[in-house]
Antibody
């Protein structure tokens, strides 16, 4: 069974940093492109970042470019996003998702990041 | 990067059909056949309903169908059922390792 489990969320002050993790199981993690998608409370889905299967290619939404870094450790079956210079508008539930054919076929349950003083 | 445009709401009675549109540009929806649709119930993670414009993942009822014409993609739900009431989001590849989501459509089953 495919499972994606996010962790690392919590309360952080504006300007602070946080690293989220997404532990993958039930599939060959190193074969799939992966994404981070976020959803602010009561708002819609927003794409954050994508990484290819071996970690050599990445993409970012303009709103996080230069502040967030996506990475993966295929030996540990884990996806990461390092979030720096956090702002109030980064407050959201962050989901990791597995992609095939441009579609995000599997999603984790999400982890909540709250940026507030 | 711009969000794709969806109507904020749609509705239909049980058994009816409803179509939700998703309008982008030639740089995203119109330029690639990588349009997908997601269903999200309150408090739950999104669920993929359609990928590559019109393909259904296993387990998704054939009442759900997708299409695209130019810069606009559409999701049609036929034979509406109460459990179809949810938020629906479109997404498209936008080139250079970028993606975009629509703002979401709240589907109400009357």
């Amino acid at each position: 069974e495919v499972q994606l489990v996010e962790s690392g969320g919590g309360l952080v002050q504006p300007g602070g940093s946080l690293r989220l993790s997404c532990a993958a199981s039930g599939f060959i993690f190193s074969s799939y492109w992966m994404h981070w998608v976020r959803q602010a409370p009561g708002k819609g889905l927003v794409w954050v970042s994508r990484i290819n299967s071996d970690g050599s290619g990445t993409g970012y939404a303009d709103s996080v470019k230069g502040r967030f870094t996506i990475s993966r450790d295929n030996a540990k079956n884990t996806l990461y996003v390092q979030m720096n210079s956090l702002r109030g508008e980064d407050t959201a539930v962050y989901y990791c998702a597995r992609e095939v054919g441009g579609g995000m076929h599997y999603w984790g349950q999400g982890t909540l990041v709250t940026v507030s003083s | 990067q711009s969000a794709l445009t969806q109507p904020p709401s749609a509705s239909g009675s049980p058994g009816q059909s409803v179509t939700i549109s998703c309008t982008g540009t030639s740089s995203d929806v119109g330029g690639y056949n990588y349009v997908s649709w997601y269903q999200q119930h309150p408090g739950k993670a999104p669920k993929l309903m359609i990928f590559e414009v019109s393909k259904r993942p296993s387990g998704v009822p054939d009442r759900f169908s997708g299409s695209k014409s130019g810069n606009t993609a559409s999701l049609t739900v036929s034979g509406l059922q109460a459990e179809d009431e949810a938020d629906y989001y479109c997404s498209s590849y936008a080139g250079s390792n970028n993606f975009a989501f629509g703002g979401g459509t709240k589907l109400t089953v009357l």
